[in-house]
């Protein structure tokens, strides 16, 4: 796990590993794609858009796909503008890969169909790179430890994420036997705030990793907190409006919450006697229970999905098979992949929102392979694309 990749020094930007491979993942699978419509024939530059409609679509769709499935962590933030900034913050991830996926594919298919483009053939020679794509993105997930797996102890490749990563954090809010933390790295909230309906919450990650200035910035930002959520709490005993006394109550009680947070690591060393060092090599001893590495089982089946997706491009019978041959293979490889993750909830119909969105894109494909055998083998817009002349020199 590598939430950060690299820190510009004297900056203070943090290159996110996420984020880092998010961008990998796109100019590979867009280079890719473009070589492969120069190669058959047809426009690359047509490729490149909507490439950029997929980097766009992508992170959009997952994002909001993300946040409506998950609305109850964002709407409890408060005012309306930290509802929005955490919204907008994916530094830490939470985004629904199938979100994405819908996204791009509705964008594209405007696209094409507005620029009178061949759908089939070009969704045939874009299907290998959204595979890859994907894969390289589930790169960025394992670094960010986002996606893993369920416990396992058998297994000699399963993974420990580190102390504060989402799959450490769950096993002991799920008081899973081996997740226990000490004492040290449990915070109280001397307000009596409790943080997620907890009496305790391990000491925030972000924590441990500032250094002394950061922390001081910390303080100062507790101090106007502090200071704003009790004027919140005034103008709330005042008001007549029950609507307005609530809004403002949530608000005080999010920036209370953050405050807590924030003093976490100060209250813990004076209470223990301890310096930030101990903590931090505490912290080191309490890693979490061996998952399975679910991201890199996922890099592995979307990259020999790209690698035969690309084989059937150049031997496919007909416009359109590639694209619906992936939309009916990869859906049951992420179905298996959902019985070992330990991440998302079974809450749609019985199923995860992933499984049951599986379903229908493999009937999808399947209903697309079927359709095809009716349609032309060519698309009657797959019309090879030549190059407009190199312009001259003007001879005097």
Not at 186 to 195: D, I
């Amino acid at each position: 796990m590598m939430p950060v990749i690299w820190k510009v020094p004297g900056l203070g930007i943090e290159i996110p590993g996420y984020g880092l491979m998010l961008m990998i993942g796109f100019m590979v699978s867009i280079l890719w794609a473009a070589r492969r419509a120069e190669r058959s024939g047809a426009n690359p530059d047509v490729v490149m858009n909507c490439g950029f409609l997929a980097l766009l679509g992508g992170v959009v769709g997952s994002r909001a796909m993300y946040v409506w499935h998950y609305w109850e962590q964002f709407a409890t933030r408060g005012s309306p503008g930290a509802v929005l900034w955490a919204i907008l913050d994916v530094r830490k991830g939470g985004l629904e890969v199938y979100g994405g996926f819908i996204a791009v594919v509705l964008l594209v298919l405007v696209y094409l169909w507005r620029g009178k483009h061949s759908i089939r053939w070009y969704l045939d020679i874009m299907a290998p790179s959204a595979a890859l794509g994907m894969a390289i993105g589930r790169i960025g997930c394992f670094l960010n430890g986002c996606c893993f797996g369920g416990v396992n102890t058998e297994l000699p490749w399963a993974v420990r994420f580190p102390y504060g990563s989402n799959a450490s954090y769950q096993q002991w809010t799920e008081r899973q036997p081996g997740a226990g933390l000490p004492e040290e790295l449990l915070f109280f909230s001397p307000q009596g705030v409790f943080l997620d309906g907890a009496a305790a919450q391990p000491i925030p990650r972000e924590s441990l990793r500032a250094g002394d200035a950061e922390l001081a910035a910390l303080q100062r930002r507790t101090d106007s907190a502090r200071r704003e959520a009790a004027e919140l709490r005034q103008r709330a005993a005042t008001t007549g409006d029950p609507q307005e006394k609530r809004r403002l109550l949530a608000r005080a009680e999010a920036l209370e919450v953050g405050v807590a947070e924030h003093l976490a690591l100060r209250v813990q060393m004076a209470r223990y006697h301890c310096s930030v060092d101990h903590l931090r090599d505490l912290a080191r001893q309490h890693p979490s229970l061996p998952v399975h590495p679910t991201q890199l089982y996922s890099t592995a089946i979307l990259g020999l999905l790209a690698v035969l997706l690309n084989a059937l491009y150049w031997r496919r019978t007909r416009d359109g098979q590639v694209i619906c041959t992936m939309l009916l293979i990869e859906p049951p490889t992420r179905w298996v992949l959902e019985l070992l993750r330990a991440d998302n909830p079974v809450d749609t119909a019985g199923l995860t929102i992933s499984q049951f969105l599986a379903i229908l894109l493999s009937a999808a494909g399947l209903v697309g392979l079927l359709v095809l055998r009716r349609m032309a083998p060519r698309s009657p817009r797959a019309v090879l694309w030549v190059p407009p002349p190199a312009p001259t020199a003007n001879k005097n």
